[in-house]
């Protein structure tokens, strides 16, 4: 993500709203089926308890059960509070909450009223790594887990990683790419960013001979949020894998559907989920609810109104 204090434009392309809801349960043929529900968030930066705590909060009160979460990278998965990066450390000297992975990395006392407190259980939840994570935890971790397609990265067994260039397979059928990193190609690409924080060619190139519904990646299609930036790789693997959904984050606090030359597949922007303006509640666009059945699927953002509900101040007790 672009750790930066901008004011949040405007969602671009229209509303930035998906197809809509499907129904609760879904008739294909003489079959009955379940419709699979999982709540996206963007950035979180550490604030992986208080996603679960909203998305326990949401399913609540909306009445509906969730498959699990999705998130777009940038997790901030630094467990060892002496490996930061820059950018971390900066915003962790004025945020605790930017080292929220360090709560669930051991059994804690905020993790378990979390995990094993009143409220919905939400599942699991599954990311892609962004730019700004420790990606030498990150890869010890791959290493162990040498025959899955995901690894836990806490104590808890809840938060997951999707392996660079693999697919998970998840409740409800969904398939699942991940592809770690963001682009240094493009001319306003960031040339100082970690080897392993760049996407690699092998790992598009696993995802384009794949089938899979939904991919997470980090950085966006080229071009598709600002010029001369992102990833050409990601628009070249949409136009060859054409999955259903491709969410990403990265670009701070915009949002909504993108255009590209993908027309199988619908691109959204997630904006960062970082309660820090505007009264310090959950930013518009930062987190949206895919709902998918079969081959089906629909995403919408959620209401801003009810994420205005959700702060920085009260999410421990929603």
Known sequence: MCRCLAATPAAYSGTGHGVGHLPTNRVIGAEVMDIASYLIFGDLHGRILPAFRLASAWSQEHGVALSGLLQVGDLGYFPDPSRLDKATAKFAAADPLELGSQLVASPTIEA???????????????????????????????RQERHGSSFAVDAYERVLCIKDGSIANLPGGLRVGALWGIDDMAPNARRRTPERGRIRDSSLTRLAGARFDVLLSHDSPRDAVLANSGSEGITSLLELARPRFAFFGHYGSRFGRVEVNARATEVYHLAGMEMRRNGSVAEAGSVGLLTWAGNEGAFEYLDDAWLRSFTRHNWRHR
């Open 112 to 142: 378990d009223a979390v995990f094993h407190g009143e409220g919905h259980d939400v599942g699991r939840l599954w990311f892609t790594a962004g730019n700004h994570e420790d990606f030498d935890a990150l890869n010890r971790l791959d």
